[in-house]
Structures are given as C-alpha cells and as structure tokens.
C-alpha cells in the first residue's frame, strides 16, 4: 500500500471547529484523476487540495482541488489551507506560490498572524436569475449578478434576510455545479454572506474563498472604498478581509491544524 500524508486544516479560522475544513495532501507526482476523486469523497470534506513540486519553474507547486463529487476551477480555503501547511513547515519561509490549471498563479504570504493571499477578482454583472431565485425561497432580490465560471451573485436589503434563508437544495442542485452566493450589508461586519453549491455535492460551504473573488469588486465598487470586513454565515462560520488590487482579490484570514495523518491507498 502507499502511504500518503495529509492534514485537515481549518481555514479562515482562528481556533479549530470554526472556518471552512480542507485536506491537504501533498503529492510527489500527479495520481490518476479517477484516484484523486476518490481520494476526495473518502475525505468528505467541502475541498481536498493536492500539491506537486512544480517542476515548470512558474510557481512552488502545482495545485488542483477536488470536492467529493468533481474537480473544481478554483477554491479559496483549500489555498489558504495549502499556504498554511506549507509555511508552517518552514517558519523562514514569507510566501508560496500555486500553478493551477484554470485559476492561473495564486499566492499566499504571512500576514500578521495570518495570512494574505492573492485570487482573480470576478467581477460579475447584472442578469435575471428567477431559478435561483426560486430555489432560495426568495422574491425581491435587490440585485442579481453572474459570472461565466458558474457564479451566482444574489444580492439582498438585509443580513437577516440573509441569515433567514432556507434554500431548496434539490433545485439548487439541478443547476448543476455552481455557486450560489447570497449577500447584503452586514451587521457587526461590512458585509455578510451565504454560499450554497449543491450541484457540487455541498449544500452550503461554511467560509468559501472563491465567492469572495465575486464579492470584492462588487461591494468594493458599491462600498466607494477598496477594502471591507465580511463574515461566511454559516453554522461554522468565518472572516475574511477583502481588497481589491487590480485585477486580484486580496483575502486576509487565519488557518488552524486540526488533523495530522496519512492515507493509505
């Protein structure tokens, strides 16, 4: 059997059972993609993240997340994850950076007690989405937004609304693999969300990166100032500080260890 290793990190967390869950599992070389997947189901978790030593020269590492269900074009958490294991690992060590297949370079520095990383800013724009309006259970949206790479931008009056959602997850799914994210002015931060990605086997994502490249030039535009607060809220839970810099989302949050092992296959 091969042992690989792994560990299950909670990203854009503080202390551990709070933020978004991921595994990290560094690789010598690529396994076939039918193994990865199930790799990733095994593991349960919203994202597994798998690094290779990227022998190209452009980036640190080569870098593809998986769901339990299918291989996505680009997570947030599973990054912040990856750059945490990897700068745990060597305190000397600022920054990494990741060469993906759909995503481009991605980067993840120190940052305080933290960590900053760099993602594609998606801006999307303005479109009727009365599907998914349907299956959030929701009339009146104040706004509704997409992007080509399979997002949803659902914008609402109120966090409570926000908070008060109780989505049809069938009919999400049925949409197939996007993502559904749902926002308004926040609270006790500068803006809330929800995220709901059913068709990719995830009802709802507990701190997503990745709604995160769509909510940045949205609100940052709306908000007239370049960086705001936002809080995930779901059961979990999670913060993350956002900025636009050109044509990239800059995200700040923390990462917690909650899982060392290896996996035998």
Known sequence: MTRLPFAQIDAFADRPFTGNPAAVMPLDAWLDDALLQAIAAENNLSETAFLVPDASGAADYELRWFTPAVEVVLCGHATLASGHYLLSADPGRERVTFRTRRAGLLEVARDGE????????????????????AALGVAGAVETRWHPNGYGLVVLESADRVLALRPDFKALAAKGDMLTIVTAPGAETDVVSRVFAAGAGIDEDPVTGSAHSVLTPYWVERLGR??????????????????LVGDRAVLRGQAVTVIEGVLLV
Do not use: D, N, W
Request: hydrophobic share 30%; proline share 16%; charged share 20%.
């Open 226 to 243: 370049p960086r705001f607060t936002a809080y995930q809220a779901s059961k979990r839970g999670g913060h993350v500080g956002c900025e």
């Open 114 to 133: 933290g960590y900053r990383m760099a993602l594609p800013a998606y801006p999307a724009e303005p479109q009727p989405l009365p599907e998914i309006l």
